[in-house]
Nanobody
Framework: QLQLVESGGGLVQPGGSLRLSCVTS????????LGWFRQAPGKEREGVSC????????NYADSVKGRFTISRDSAKNTVYLQMNSLKSEDTAVYYC???????????????????WGQGTQVTVAS
């Protein structure tokens, strides 16, 4: 069974940093595009960042460009989201997701992913 487990969330003050981790199991990580999504209370789940199956292509939502960085480590079966210069508007539950891909592309659309983690809470406040 394919599984994804997020960790690293918590409370951080504005301007601070967090690194989220998503440990995967049950599949070969390099064959899957990986994405990070977030959902704030009362809002739709939105794509934050994604990385292609081979790691050669990434995408970021405009709201996080220059502040967030996605990366993957196949040896550790893990995808990361480094979040810097955090703002209160970044407060949300963050989810990682995976989808089998034959081409080195990724999407920020939630419909493009078949497998999801349980989420980890990120709260940015003074």
């Amino acid at each position: 069974q394919l599984q994804l487990v997020e960790s690293g969330g918590g409370l951080v003050q504005p301007g601070g940093s967090l690194r989220l981790s998503c440990v995967t199991s049950g599949f070969t990580l390099d064959n899957y595009a990986l994405g990070w999504f977030r959902q704030a209370p009362g809002k739709e789940r939105e794509g934050v960042s994604c990385i292609s199956n081979g790691g050669g292509s990434t995408n970021y939502a405009d709201s996080v460009k220059g502040r967030f960085t996605i990366s993957r480590d196949s040896a550790k079966n893990t995808v990361y989201l480094q979040m810097n210069s955090l703002k209160s508007e970044d407060t949300a539950v963050y989810y990682c997701a995976a989808d089998y891909k034959l081409i080195g592309l990724c999407t920020l659309s939630r419909g493009g992913y078949d497998y999801w983690g349980q989420g980890t809470q990120v709260t940015v406040a003074s």
